[in-house]
């Protein structure tokens, strides 16, 4: 990561297209200049989570922190929007670092194609048929047949977003673990998913793929008529995210555990 000063000195701003994210943009770039992503010490985003993901996409293997503030609708992974002291909230910020998940889903000409996710991975049923997957960990074959409208594997990061809507488990981000929650299951009916370590090498293949095809998403790269997807998580790669004191991304966990 880029040396920080304390408190921050170059800051760049990215914002979403909505008409508060550019007023804000506007604001904030007059009191606080904007600097060039390649020369900052830190990037604000400045929008939803949408735009969050995004910004963590775009500059990932740039190892530079983001501190994002809340111009969208959801939110969950920002801040709460404010222009004033800014310099001093970057420099008290805690720092999160995740790892994204890394997908291969070879589809049924052979075609490989790899996609990172942050949130996660996730396969879908793409005609009326309902879709047929088998589920290989490390190589051992764990469920060999589960009907279902999809699937999907989960980051801590992640397990609060389309997992928690497939009532898949809230994971702490130190748990070091994945969420493999299942979407719509039909077959075993009462399965839910399981918990697996985070080092896991994940394997789901598509059976019966001609008759029942399927797409496979990583965020937001997506590929049809997948045969197989390869899940692992990417540990080579790390994303700084900061958050203010009391707002952490474990705090937010915790917190959305005990909201109805």
């Keep these: 990561m880029k040396k920080l000063s304390n408190p921050y000195d170059r800051i760049a701003f990215v914002a979403s ?30 929008g939803g989570d949408g735009l969050m993901l995004q910004t963590l996409h775009r500059y990932m293997n740039d190892r530079i922190p983001i501190y994002g503030m809340n111009r969208g609708s959801v939110g969950f992974l920002m801040n709460e929007y404010s222009e004033d002291d800014l310099r001093q909230r970057l420099a008290a910020a805690q720092v999160t670092r995740v790892h994204p998940l890394s997908m291969v889903a070879t589809d049924i000409h052979g075609k490989a194609t790899k ?9 879908f049923r793409q005609i009326h048929q309902a879709a047929k997957l088998s589920i290989s960990v490390d190589g051992t074959l764990r469920l060999e047949e589960l009907i279902c409208d999809g699937l999907l594997i989960a980051t801590p990061a992640g397990s609060t977003a389309y997992n928690l809507s497939a009532h898949g488990p809230i994971l702490p981000l130190d748990a070091k673990l994945l969420a493999l929650t299942p979407i719509s299951p039909f077959r075993p009916r ?45 540990r080579h ?3 700084f995210m900061l958050f203010d004191p009391g707002h952490s991304l474990d705090e937010r966990v915790i917190a959305e555990q005990f909201r109805f």
């Design 17 to 46: 297209d909505v008409p508060e994210a550019r007023a804000a943009l506007e604001g904030l770039t007059a009191r606080y200049g904007n600097a060039k992503p390649a020369d900052a010490e830190v990037i604000v985003a400045l």
């Design 115 to 123: 996609g990172l996710a942050i949130n996660e991975v996730s396969l």
């Design 190 to 234: 009462r399965w839910r998913g399981a918990l697996l370590p985070d080092n896991a090498r994940i394997t789901i293949t598509v059976r019966e793929h001609e008759k029942r095809p399927v797409s496979a998403v990583a965020d937001h790269i997506e590929t049809r008529n997948v045969v197989r997807v390869e899940i692992e998580q990417a």
């Design 237 to 239: 790669i790390d994303l």
